[in-house]
């Protein structure tokens, strides 16, 4: 299996309640083998998934569910 990682930037005054089911939503996706807000950077989400089983772009329109203006970095 293939790991890529992506950054998402989302809003900095996203609530943490929000950012929890961000990563719970996202922990249950199949693919997704790791993701965590950087703790001295609340803004920033790092996502490792597997590419051959979920993409990029369907981890973004999970996270746009909360914020609809994430965007993705990249690493």
């Keep these: 299996m293939d790991i890529a990682d992506i950054l ?3 809003h900095p005054e ?3 309640v929000q950012r ?6 996202l ?3 199949d693919g ?11 803004h920033l989400l790092t996502v490792a998934y ?3 089983t979920v993409t990029a772009r ?7 569910r909360w ?7 990249g690493l």
């Design 58 to 64: 369907e981890i973004l329109d999970l996270v746009r």
């Design 50 to 52: 597997d590419p051959q």
């Design 8 to 10: 998402i930037h989302i």
């Design 32 to 42: 997704v083998v790791s993701v965590h807000f950087s703790p001295g950077h609340p």
């Design 20 to 25: 929890a089911k961000i990563e719970d939503e």
């Design 27 to 29: 922990s249950e996706r």
């Design 14 to 16: 996203l609530p943490a």
């Design 67 to 73: 914020d609809e203006a994430a965007t993705m970095v």
